[in-house]
């Protein structure tokens, strides 16, 4: 027996820690797995090893491991295999074709937490390395739905629409839900929250109601008022994307068929018969030419047919912010504008109302080359705003919310332009980090309003962007970094000027 | 100011562990790094986030980045830029060709624990997928000599040996390394323990002497008594080979480039000037035909070239143990009756007096074709036992040890054949899997004894082999393992048997 050292950490999976001289008499290597045996209580831990955090005799057991074991004072180990998984993902790095079942094995490993985070990150790189094919792609995919909660609707055909991301200010989803919604299809929208960006649809959605439902609540709100906009987070829905995700993050990668996977796994779940898939085109985005926007699109069209979901992708203007705002508050405010038909720039209105008219058309409510004017129709009759304010009640928010009410950030800075000139270059990426250091998603009504887009006319002094911030300190130095990353930059009569030159 | 709550444990690296509302705050996502700051004290460390472990305004600090922050009780974060290396090992999985900065800066963040498992794992998973070209592994191979320890010796030539494994009771260096240095040649040889094993050339002399010494000491020895034979592990000698086996034994993987670089950078870094490599072949083994041997000591030899050490390869038969025992106390007894010239296997002799003599005459103390002989000369004079002697004194041991002192296990076993017939299967790995389970390497008095060997005629109830231990329970379930197992399997005129069929 060995006795128990209780480490207070919750570090996200069964693990436990052997003193070096117990570990080699029992031929135990770090990332071997035992069986773990206390009295009326056992589990399955990967073994770490250390020379001086436990002494001979003693276990060092964490959180989660010791709460199976009925936080036992002393427990057995037996050595007990690796997961079955681990041979499949060797085979993926030897580029060989995996079986429904090894696919289906390893997502139940990364779901269950059995995987150490050097194994998961091997399948992440080798995933990278190493497309899988096709049949695949469509067992991976099915296998990240069935390991997941599912929403089943009585009522068809059910909607969903996707960004794959890459363009700042994309708050099309708050006017396309309800539109779609307003015409009678059903919409359940699950979004995400940022991680790199200044906003998900979630974050931004948040600012006017509650985003964390149950499935079973997911169903219910839809069903009763045609749509949500929801955080996928807190569902349960795919939950394997959430485990890559924070792999993929810390490599900075994006392994092709896990990103199909993973977008279609979320659309699966919900029971989407038709998507719409949104794909930003142009420098800076995630598709540098309209060339890899067609073949992420066949590669779509192709797993939905495979999964049974009709989809269509749209692939749309990525080289500037869609509207004139980035993050949360700012970004809401600027949809409602829209929904109550004051105004609001038309690149937001436009996009919005393409994305909504092919859902239109793919449900059956409007003929084929008649969606956009029938989302016009909608969003125009105000029965879109109404729609959006329904979804806010029904998802625990306050319905009568107006543009004006909506609470920005209260210090605010402008950028202003040096001389006289146009937009010559514009850099999304860099109005995004802008946005981030004045404190946005985390700070709601942080964020950056674009006073001028790319070719438009600039006068000296002019305001190119306005930052704004509920911190002083954050706006500071949201302005300092805007102020040396020049994200907008004005061209004139003058080309240059000695000295302080500003480097681009 | 964040307060600190200490996690008492070392887990090997910088890591800090913050609230999700701090750090979602600062824009900070798992595997991102801060910089840490205390008063008079700062460190960088690695983001982990929790929603439970800590509250808000508090920082979870484990024991080694607490102690470089001189345990402060409050710090303030800063984000801090990924490590360079991490845009290298992106590279890499990308297929591109690799600078020799680029590869010593993933190597010098090994060995300073500077990556993170997922960002390890995905440089081991890539460098086995995409093998380097020549010109890296080289890169490679001299960046893992320059970040650790390395011995300069003054008088050259500086021989050394090694073997690539695969082949259980490969005890030859403890005859090598004495027959060498007898010669008047110096071999610092650095071996390693068993990992998989039943124990490595390490686990070997520490039976009869410490084997733990710095580069400085292992110096000091050779050059006082020719040799010696320690476990570089304790020497800080290739460090950044110790973290890359840990992740790559957690995947059963054995990259290519990396293996080679493995083997040439232990010995770039005691300063030897020609190697001779023992390549065992044959099933069951690292190299299953002698075309993948030459293709390795192809490979080898043309580093070997490129960092100025001349390697020759001895491509040796692999098919079944060297001598007749595997288990640390065992294969030194066997090692110390040949050098004692009491008899002994003739496989072990023969083994080791061949790669002696290659060492003999690539150190131009025997002539072409003449080191054999030297090497047996040298054997049946009685010098390499003396010269073994006086590594062992010189290490801290008796050099009195003779073979009949060397303790065995007490309890002892025998696996007794079913038939009259003749050995027609061997399976090495199942014989040192039941050694294991009989305590071998912990328990050094622990093994196994080989009484027949392939081809071998054997009556029914002669002992195949014989199982030994210093505890009960472990020799019972070794015994039990054995007779599962069938590690050496005995055919004759029965050739089936109904019921009770054994499947092999």
């Not at 128990?4 to 117990?22: W, Y």
């Not at 800076?284 to 192709?302: M, N």
């Not at 942080?446 to 930052?467: F, Q």
Request: aromatic residues 4%; glycine residues 10%; negative net charge.
């Amino acid at each position: 027996m060995l006795e128990v050292r209780h480490f207070d950490i919750e570090i996200g999976q069964n693990k436990i820690m052997l003193n070096l001289a117990d570990a080699q008499e029992r031929g135990l290597n770090p990332g071997d797995r035992v069986r773990v045996r206390a009295k009326g209580a056992s589990t399955t831990a990967i073994v770490d090893i250390t020379s001086q955090m436990v002494k001979q005799g003693e276990i060092g057991i964490f959180t989660e491991a010791l709460k199976e074991l009925k936080e036992a004072k002393a427990v057995d180990i037996l050595p007990a295999p690796k997961p079955a998984s681990l041979c499949y993902i060797k085979m993926l790095m030897d580029n060989q074709k995996l079986r429904e079942d090894q696919i289906r094995s390893i997502v139940q490993d990364i779901v269950d937490n059995n995987l150490s985070d050097i194994e998961l990150s091997a399948y992440i790189t080798a995933s990278y390395i190493h497309n899988l094919d096709p049949q695949e792609t469509e067992w991976l995919t099915r296998a990240m739905i069935e390991t997941g909660k599912r929403i089943h609707f009585d009522v068809h055909p059910v909607m969903d629409t996707h960004s794959i991301g890459g363009v700042p200010g994309n708050k099309v989803s708050l006017l396309v839900v309800p539109i779609v919604a307003a015409s009678g299809l059903l919409i359940p929208k699950t979004s995400s929250r940022a991680i790199t960006g200044a906003g998900g649809t979630a974050d931004l959605m948040e600012v006017v109601a509650p985003v964390e439902f149950s499935a079973e609540e997911i169903k219910e709100i839809t069903e009763t008022v045609g749509g949500v906009i929801v955080w996928g987070g807190a569902t349960n829905i795919a939950p394997a994307d959430d485990k890559l995700i924070k792999a993929e993050y810390a490599l900075s990668i994006d392994p092709y068929s896990q990103m199909l996977a993973s977008i279609m796994a979320k659309k699966g779940a919900v029971g989407a018969d038709a998507v719409v898939v949104d794909m930003p085109v142009g420098p800076g985005t995630k598709l540098a030419t309209p060339e890899a926007g067609r073949s992420l699109a066949k590669d779509l069209l192709d797993l939905g047919e495979r999964l049974n979901i009709r989809v269509e992708c749209a692939m749309t203007f990525g080289g500037s912010p869609v509207g004139r705002t980035i993050g949360p508050a700012l970004e809401v405010q600027e949809a409602l504008i829209v929904l109550e038909n004051k105004g609001g720039p038309n690149s937001l209105r436009e996009k919005s109302l393409s994305l909504a008219g092919i859902l239109l058309e793919m449900g059956g409510v409007a003929g084929r080359g008649e969606g956009y004017k029938s989302a016009e129709e909608i969003l125009t009759s105000g029965r879109a705003l109404g729609k959006f304010r329904e979804i806010i009640e029904a998802q625990g928010g306050d319905p009568k919310i107006k543009s004006e009410d909506i609470q920005i950030g209260e210090n605010c800075e402008d950028i202003l332009a040096y001389s006289n000139g146009y937009v010559v270059a514009f850099y999304n990426k860099r109005l995004v980090e802008i946005a981030r250091i004045a404190g946005a998603p985390a700070d709601k009504e942080a964020g950056v309003i674009i006073r001028k887009k790319m070719g438009e006319r600039v006068k000296k002094d002019e305001p190119l962007i306005t930052i704004c911030s509920n911190s002083d300190w954050m706006l500071d130095s949201a302005t300092k970094d805007a102020k040396r990353s020049m994200p907008i930059v004005v061209e004139g009569m003058l080309l240059e000027r000695y000295p302080n030159v500003k480097e681009i």
